[in-house]
């Protein structure tokens, strides 16, 4: 009777710990927070061009925050896409006129996920944001 229960008990923490983590992206928010959740506002119209590694002088920007999404273990919901999707609706949230993708790891042996780190950035010169473009591989 106790194997039964516990062998019961490790598959009941199991669930339970699986659904507090989630499936998606586990998302970390660096000096900002938002009054809402754009992840499920499909309302956005307003696409932030992406940069990898965007070099910048910081008198001329203004750092809105940053974003880190990564692997929660039990992810299934957080390839590329996804992931961008999420910073794309954060930086409209923000007014960020360019996402700054600062660290990015694709799919690999370690992980069927997406991780990637990236700046919300805002130029003081509002003329040098409209001419801005995404990087060809951030182009979908």
């Known amino acids: 009777m106790n194997i039964l229960v ?59 925050g940053s974003i880190l999404a990564g692997d929660t273990g039990f992810s299934f919901e957080c390839g590329e896409g996804y992931v961008l999707d999420i910073f794309q609706k954060e930086a409209y949230a923000l007014g960020a006129d360019l996402i700054n993708i600062t660290y990015e790891r694709r799919m690999d042996i370690w992980s069927s996920c997406y991780r990637a780190k990236a700046e919300f950035l805002r130029f003081k010169n509002r003329r040098i944001a409209k001419d801005l473009k995404s990087d060809s591989q951030y182009i979908r």
């Open 6 to 64: 516990t062998k019961n008990s490790k598959i009941a923490l199991s669930f339970i710990v699986f659904f507090l983590t989630g499936c998606s992206s586990a998302i970390t928010r660096y000096n900002y927070n938002l009054q809402y959740s754009p992840s499920k506002d499909k309302t956005f119209n307003r696409r932030a061009p992406i940069k990898k590694n965007f070099v910048y002088n910081n008198y001329e920007v203004e750092i809105l």
